[in-house]
């Protein structure tokens, strides 16, 4: 499976990005899939998953009621909508898919497939 990010940019605080991780190679209908950031200052950490039909979602704290994740099976492809932007999401952002949904849906290791990343840089 690969796994390719986009949408990343140039945004001022307040305003809004849309990133999207289309996958090809295989379907990813039955996986989870999740998405990461990594800034200068922390090691990549956990933003958003979803899993295969929608159900189960879980966000980090820092992103709860900004950030929405969301998938289109159809089109293979993983959406994360991203609101009130602030300079601290500042970050490259990774998509990633991997198994069934667990309750250990924000380790890295749960995902066995990552994406490049797409930058997003916020500026207050």
């Known amino acids: 499976v690969q796994l390719q990010a986009s949408g990343g940019g140039l945004v001022q605080a307040g305003g809004s990005l849309r990133l999207s991780c289309a996958a090809s190679?295989?379907?990813?209908?039955?996986?989870?899939l999740g998405w990461f950031r990594r800034t200068p200052r922390k090691d990549r950490e956990f933003v958003a998953a979803i899993n295969w039909s929608g159900a189960n979602i879980g966000y980090a704290d820092a992103v709860k009621g900004r950030f929405t994740i969301s998938r289109d099976n159809a089109k293979n492809t993983a959406y994360l909508q991203m609101n009130s932007l602030k300079s601290e999401d500042t970050a490259v952002y990774y998509c990633?898919?991997?198994?069934?949904?667990?309750?250990?849906?924000?380790?890295?290791?749960?995902?066995?497939?990552w994406g490049q990343g797409t930058l997003v840089t916020v500026s207050s």
């Open positions: 190679g295989r379907t990813v209908s039955s996986s989870t």
């Open positions: 990633a898919a991997g198994g069934a949904w667990s309750t250990r849906y924000s380790w890295e290791d749960r995902y066995k497939y």
